[in-house]
């Protein structure tokens, strides 16, 4: 199933190109690179079927973007998907940019950090399994400070602000008190240390937000508490 990535604020309205009929929303959509525009194409077949009054916008994206503009995220991108009611992304990058000085990448984790859109939800459904991913997006290494030090060392930094991490908790516990009531955080508890910011951010979600259960398990073991900072969760 597909990935759904959630922002903070609903896009606004606007007038786009494409089928529909006067006071349509609008969809952005980045078929990108690789099988980005082969996916996007049977998304918007989709689309054509339901009974939805949509406008589609067709905009330069990621690799694509770069041998058009030079920039894999073109203002005239932004500034499409900011005023659309939803983006439709087929996929970004390949290996005929690896080592280039701008990579197709950024365009993603630019579009990502402009929306704001700090949950991706991911589905996962088979038999009696039935789980949904909620991972956080705008903040972690993509987002941190980097950099080559005098020396040659080299820096990534990960880093989340409690109000980062506050959201993306909240966000879990509606999802499962809406579903089983069930939450359950995953952290790399020997490596990464959550409890500077992220315990008291859980910790208020939780008090917030009515579930019947609620635990951090440690990637290393099987270790529950319900006051640890999560850097993603599953809403079962």
Not at 129 to 136: N, P, S
């Given at each position: 199933m597909s990935d759904i990535d959630v922002g903070s604020t609903e896009s606004s309205r606007s007038a786009g190109a494409g089928f529909a009929g006067a006071g349509a929303d609008t969809v952005a959509c980045l078929p990108g690179d690789g099988i980005g525009p082969e996916v996007l194409d049977e998304a918007v077949r989709v689309l054509q079927h339901l009974p939805l009054d949509v406008q589609l916008v067709v905009l330069p994206f990621g690799g694509a973007a770069i041998d058009e503009t030079g920039d894999p995220l073109p203002p005239e991108t932004l500034a499409a998907c900011r005023s659309a009611r939803a983006v439709l992304l087929g996929a970004v990058g390949g290996p005929k940019w690896d080592g280039s000085a701008v990579r197709p990448e950024a365009g993603l984790l630019g579009l990502r950090k402009a929306l704001d859109v700090y949950a991706n939800?991911?589905?996962?459904?088979?038999?009696?399994?039935?789980?949904?991913?909620?991972?956080?997006l705008v903040g972690g290494l993509y987002f941190g400070e980097r950099g080559v030090r005098a020396d040659g060392t080299v820096f990534d930094t990960c880093e989340y602000h409690p109000a980062q991490v506050e959201r993306i908790v909240r966000r879990g516990f509606e999802l499962a008190a809406a579903r089983r009531g069930s939450l359950v955080s995953v952290d790399k508890a020997n490596v990464l240390d959550p409890r500077a910011s992220g315990g008291a951010s859980s910790t208020r979600s939780q008090a917030s937000t009515p579930v019947s259960s609620c635990g951090t398990r440690s990637s290393t073991a099987s270790r529950w508490s319900s006051s640890r900072a999560p850097t993603g969760s599953t809403s079962r």
């Open positions: 939800l991911r589905p996962a459904t088979l038999g009696d399994v039935d789980l949904l991913i909620v991972r956080e």
